[in-house]
């Protein structure tokens, strides 16, 4: 692309962006969604959550699944989940998950050294 045109697709696509999301605000008042459909909306950000961090536990570097104990994630999403189940406090258990991982990792990193 001339450099030209990438100026011009800056401005154009912020123009879309906000339109698209200002729709919603400009007319959701006139808009009467059932009462089950809201309900089935409350689940859509945990769901995109699992769509996204769901492939990433189980994938290993090569994009081959890993469903074993070497899979340092895996066990740290295991263990985070345990403590959550544990303590019901989710700024805990996101620490205490990156601790559980960075430990595994640096074990692994070590373990193998010849």
Same mark, same amino acid.
């Given at each position: ?6 100026? &011009?697709?800056?401005?154009?696509? %912020? #123009?879309?962006? /906000? ?6 605000? =400009?007319?959701? !008042? ?10 089935? &909306?409350?689940?859509?950000?945990? %769901? #995109?959550?699992? /769509? ?6 189980? =994938?290993?570097? !090569? ?10 994630? &895996? ?40």
């Amino acid at each position: 692309m001339a450099e030209w045109e990438i100026w &011009l697709v800056i401005p154009v696509l %912020c #123009a879309a962006t /906000a339109c698209t999301r200002s729709v919603f605000w =400009l007319v959701g !008042h006139r808009v009467n969604i059932p009462p089950r459909v809201q309900e089935m &909306l409350r689940y859509a950000p945990a %769901c #995109a959550l699992a /769509a996204i961090i769901g492939p990433d536990l189980v =994938l290993g570097t !090569h994009g081959e699944v890993e469903l074993d104990l070497a899979n340092p994630k &895996l066990l740290a999403a295991m263990a985070s989940l345990g403590y959550y189940l544990w303590r019901r406090n989710m700024l805990q258990t996101i620490v205490f998950g990156m601790l559980v991982f960075t430990l595994l990792r640096i074990s692994h990193i070590f373990g193998n050294v010849s």
